[in-house]
């Protein structure tokens, strides 16, 4: 059964959350609970890979919503991201209807929603139903992209010069992530609920492993996560490791038929979590597979 | 009824402050504590928070901190302040009683020193006409120097045919001596905060808790840049990289809007749509390439620059790893071209051993004037209008009038000439040569990261 979101408790975004395999503490449901019922778009900041997107698509899920993407990039307009004419559509109308109709007739015909070409944010905004629109990676976008954004998010709609104002059916659920690349502006942040992501606690990850991947042991499990605590707490990485990675390495060791983490075993598969030759250096240099190993079999 | 007894007063003060102390005056005035922590929480901020009240359970205090954390706080790296300030505000009345207790004495005790300091300072036994900036800079003087302006004061007073109308220049002298002992001392991190009481006891004394040390200590962008040591320079590197990919991003989307302004490509557009009668169907279009400016920076290594060259290394490094256009210059003497040391693939403490090795510029002293005359004269063709040119360095040279002629002429070729000057702003007046400088370009004072950051996020570049 959806969420429904008129009747939204805490207590059920929690366990529509916990069924759905999302593991998120109060420091995140009460954000995404509060972003919900103030009826404010939620934006996420944290680093690559703590499952920022991951909540949006939670979120469709839950309130079984259809989940509306704008992946944002240098150069992202407003064309791409809210509407264009069909031109060619315009054209071969023109030329089907050229000597048959009143023209001015024709012109009133060109400019209806037939041939409006909906991109993202228009689709969010015309939707019969609540849907979620995620705006993905918005440091990306450039300053007067973001400036338009914010306009858009604080009405919820916006004017077509040809059509008139077009004002959004239902209040999407709007999830901006950025991964901090550039700081966003006032303008939109106030307009926004705030949700910084962590990475997790070591007995968060643990239970994250527990429900994506069952098949690992226990004793793994945990000598996985506390790995995975300590390389991240590493200085000065480009990359540090993200849930998917630690969830593939445990896939990883799953098929290899690992039960204990040995320092042989974390040398041949330290490419599945440290994506890059500097910080592959740097772990060794600063704690070697061996210490490793140590640390995250030693306690507990 | 006889509300003048102290017991009743005491009842009535009671009550309002307990009338006061409601949720929602709560919230408005812990924003406030934010706020003068340097947090930029508007208006419609509060009220969403005050909204936010009525959906959650306010007496889980863990849930209201988060309701306060996710519509006050809207960047990472002010939430431990933020944490510190909700623990210390939202606290057990007995503690917060402790604090402001403190606070008062601490207010008392300064007053005290404030008023004993205004009885030392006198002239001829009347007390001098100085502000209480300047006295509190006395009271922060070590003692010997404070003998040493008090045996001034005394000495003058007793002069042979000094009387009052002396006490002008020497009121004047010490206030020179004073505001340039400050502006020595302010030469350090520099609080962000805004200190100056409220009045209401209870928000100074959070914020005084605070700034004492409770929450904002330890975080590397306030700290000054000669100060920073060298196990932190690692974690400075990367800060430093993170600002500096800010910037080439700013850099690379200013020339976006060009970029994007795409027009039909008339040409091609008529061949395409030959097929269709030459109704155009198909439109072709060109846009122009993205032009990235091109970065030219010059770094002072002279002597009186090496306790910032740790910051300046870091700094051109940085900007190299992230900028592709990049000629990079260091002088003190004279001007040395440093671009083909700073390969991108080599790590920081190689890159420093060769630029070491290889120049002999390091902790000379500074002509500015030959610098900019060998890069006019060697490296003209690097000035075109899309080029920014960075400056690092203290301004003080040699031949500055020269050098400021130099800068003019270079100026008229390039788009902007951006000057980080690691010599805080409050003493610019006195380097003569900062005035001259400033025609042709726009200086920044720039000694701490949270200097650069702020430099960066000023849109230099737009």
Redesign the interface.
């Known amino acids: 059964m959806p969420l429904d979101y008129d009747k939204l408790t805490?207590e059920a975004l929690r366990e529509a959350f916990a069924k759905d395999g999302y593991i998120a503490g109060?420091?995140i449901l009460?954000?995404v609970?509060?972003?919900l019922?103030?009826g404010?778009p939620l934006?996420i900041?944290?680093e690559p890979g703590v499952g920022k997107t991951e909540i949006a698509k939670v979120l469709a899920r839950v309130f079984s919503a259809e989940l509306i993407r704008l992946q944002c990039y240098?150069?992202l307009?407003e064309n791409r991201a809210l509407y264009e004419w069909n031109?060619?559509r315009q054209?071969?109308k023109i030329?089907i209807t050229k000597d048959r109709l009143d023209p001015e007739e024709v012109e009133q015909d060109l400019f209806s929603e037939e041939y409006l070409l909906t991109r993202p944010l228009l689709k969010a905004l015309l939707a019969e139903k609540r849907p979620v629109l995620l705006i993905d990676e918005v440091d990306k976008t450039?300053?007067?992209f973001e400036a338009f954004l914010f306009e858009v998010l604080s009405d919820f709609q916006v004017s077509i010069p040809e059509l008139g104002t077009v004002t959004a059916r239902q209040i999407p659920i709007v999830v901006l992530t950025s991964n901090?690349?550039?700081?966003l502006s006032?303008g939109l942040?106030?307009r926004?609920?705030?949700?910084?992501i962590d990475f997790p606690s070591v007995e968060r990850e643990v239970e994250i492993i527990r429900a994506k991947v069952p098949e690992v042991g226990e004793v793994l499990r945990r000598q996985l996560a506390r790995a995975i605590h300590h390389v991240r707490e590493l200085?000065?990485m480009r990359k540090k490791p993200s849930i998917a990675e630690t969830l593939d390495w445990a896939r990883a060791l799953v098929a290899m038929d690992v039960e204990r983490l040995e320092p042989k075993v974390i040398e041949d598969t330290i490419n599945l979590f440290l994506k890059n030759k500097d910080d592959i250096e740097a772990f060794f240099k600063e704690i070697g597979a061996e210490n490793l190993a140590r640390l995250a079999t030693a306690e507990g | 009824m006889d509300v003048t007894s102290p017991e009743k007063v005491l009842v009535e003060v009671n009550r309002a402050r307990d009338g006061e102390r409601s949720l929602e005056a709560a919230v408005v005035r812990f924003a406030g504590v934010l706020r003068r922590l340097g947090m930029?929480i508007?208006t419609?901020?509060v009220m969403?928070a005050l909204?936010?009240t009525a959906?959650?359970d306010n007496l889980d205090r863990?849930?209201f901190e988060?309701?306060l954390?996710?519509?006050l706080?809207?960047?990472?790296e002010d939430?431990p302040l933020f944490e510190a300030a909700f623990r210390l505000f939202f606290s057990p009345p007995e503690h917060r009683r402790f604090m402001e207790g403190r606070y008062r004495r601490a207010r008392e005790e300064r007053e005290r020193m404030i008023s004993l300091a205004r009885e030392e300072l006198r002239f001829q036994g009347e007390s001098l006409d100085i502000d209480e900036r300047e006295l509190e800079t006395y009271i922060a003087l070590t003692p010997s120097e404070q003998d040493r302006l008090k045996e001034f004061l005394e000495r003058s007073s007793s002069g042979i045919k000094v009387d009052a109308s002396f006490r002008p220049i020497i009121e004047n002298i010490v206030k020179g001596h004073l505001s340039r002992r400050r502006r020595e001392m302010m030469h350090g991190p520099k609080p962000y905060h805004d200190l100056r009481p409220t009045g209401d006891e209870v928000l100074d004394a959070v914020v005084d808790a605070l700034v004492d040390g409770a929450g904002t200590g330890g975080s590397l962008l306030y700290r000054d840049l000669m100060d920073i040591s060298g196990d932190e320079l690692?974690?400075t590197?990367?800060l430093v990289e993170r600002l500096t990919?800010?910037l080439a991003?700013?850099i690379?989307?200013r020339y976006?809007?060009s970029?994007?302004r795409k027009s039909v490509d008339i040409r091609r557009t008529v061949r395409a749509n030959i097929q269709f009668g030459g109704?155009?169907?198909?439109?072709k279009y060109r846009r122009r390439s993205v032009q990235k400016p091109r970065i030219i920076l010059i770094c002072d290594v002279s002597g009186s620059m090496s306790k910032y060259a740790g910051f300046v290394l870091q700094f051109v490094y940085g900007l190299t790893s992230v900028a592709d256009r990049i000629e990079s210059f260091i002088f003190s003497e004279d001007l040395e071209r440093i671009t083909p040391h700073l390969w991108r693939r080599r790590s920081f403490e190689e890159t420093v051993k060769r630029l070491l090795e290889a120049s002999g510029q390091w902790g000379q002293g500074t002509d500015l004037r030959r610098a900019l005359s060998r890069f006019r004269k060697e490296h003209q063709h690097l000035l075109t209008p899309n080029t920014f040119m960075i400056i690092v360095s203290d301004a003080k040279t040699l031949g500055a009038k020269e050098a400021a002629s130099h800068l003019g002429a270079i100026r008229r070729r390039v788009r902007e000439i951006l000057w980080l000057n690691p010599v805080p702003r409050a003493e610019w007046d006195e380097l003569p040569a900062v005035e001259q400088f400033c025609r042709s370009c726009r200086m920044f004072e720039c000694f701490t990261l949270a200097h650069l950051e702020h430099v960066l996020?000023e849109r230099v570049w737009?």
């Open positions: 805490l109060e420091n009460v954000p609970y509060l972003a019922q103030l404010k934006l900041e944290g240098e150069g307009d031109y060619q054209l071969l030329q450039d300053a007067e901090r690349s550039r700081e006032d942040k106030r926004c609920i705030y949700l910084y200085p000065d | 930029r508007s419609s901020e969403e909204a936010g959906h959650i863990d849930q988060l309701l954390c996710a519509t706080v809207k960047k990472a939430m690692k974690r590197l990367v990919r800010q991003g700013r690379s989307r976006k809007r970029a994007r109704v155009p169907i198909k439109l996020r737009a």
